[in-house]
């Protein structure tokens, strides 16, 4: 079975902060995508990493995958409150579709 | 409209009733998915369908019976649920479920309250 689990749990920061959130497995994952769920809603894709080093920027957020395709890193630059939200990655076998998801990281971002 | 949309977003339902939920997509997509998503708990992937066939059964207990009469709809037949059956109801979509094509797009979800 493979598992992701995510560090930390819960991060609480307030507006302008930096943080990283961490996604790591001891299984390979041909790719490796990250979503952002807001209470009440589902998960949004937010990007889709599929080589190893890969690097992807979105605005104030960028994603890192692992060289050994084992793990992935988001990193958020000075926090917003509409950052608030649970991240969840999620790993991708490259057949069916049988996505692997990671534990998650709820985060509050505060003015 | 346009992505994924699921109803009720809400159901309230005693052990006893029967209830449906119902998805659609509106991506062009043919692979379709229920997943239950329970506090403190990683997403739980229950069923996949492609092109209307049903590819996993993810260990799923029978009170629940999924059902995809077109690429488009999928369903979710409930009956003689439990409490612990009480979550968010995730309906999503990808344009196949093989290859690299399996980019997943969610509904909001049903937040289902068994009493």
């Known amino acids: 079975t493979q598992l992701l689990e995510q560090s930390p749990q819960f991060l609480s920061i307030q507006e302008g902060e930096n943080l990283t959130v961490y996604c790591n497995s001891s299984s390979v994952f041909s790719s490796l995508q990250w979503y952002r769920q807001e209470p009440g809603e589902g998960p949004v894709l937010l990007v889709t990493v599929v080589t190893g080093g890969e690097v992807k920027k979105l605005k104030r957020l960028t994603f890192q995958f692992g060289d050994a395709r084992k793990d992935s890193s988001l990193h958020i630059t000075a926090a917003q409150p509409g950052d608030t939200g649970l991240y969840l990655c999620a790993g991708g076998p490259g057949t069916a579709s049988k996505l692997t998801f990671g534990t998650g990281t709820r985060l509050q971002v505060t003015l | 409209e346009t992505g994924v949309t699921q109803t009720p977003r809400h159901l309230v339902m005693g052990m006893t009733n029967k209830k449906s939920l119902k998805c659609e997509q509106h991506l062009g997509h043919n692979a379709m998915y229920w997943y239950k998503q329970s506090a403190k708990k990683p997403l739980e992937l229950m069923f996949v369908?492609?092109?209307?066939?049903?590819?996993e059964n993810n260990s799923v207990p029978s009170r629940f019976s999924p059902e995809c009469p077109n690429s488009s709809h999928l369903f979710l037949h409930l009956h003689t649920l439990q409490p612990e059956d009480s979550a968010l109801y995730l309906c999503?979509?990808?344009?196949?479920?093989?290859?690299?094509?399996?980019?997943?797009?969610f509904g909001p979800g049903t937040r289902l309250t068994v009493t």
């Open positions: 999503a979509s990808s344009l196949s479920s093989g290859g690299a094509n399996y980019e997943q797009y």
């Open positions: 369908y492609n092109f209307k066939e049903q590819t």
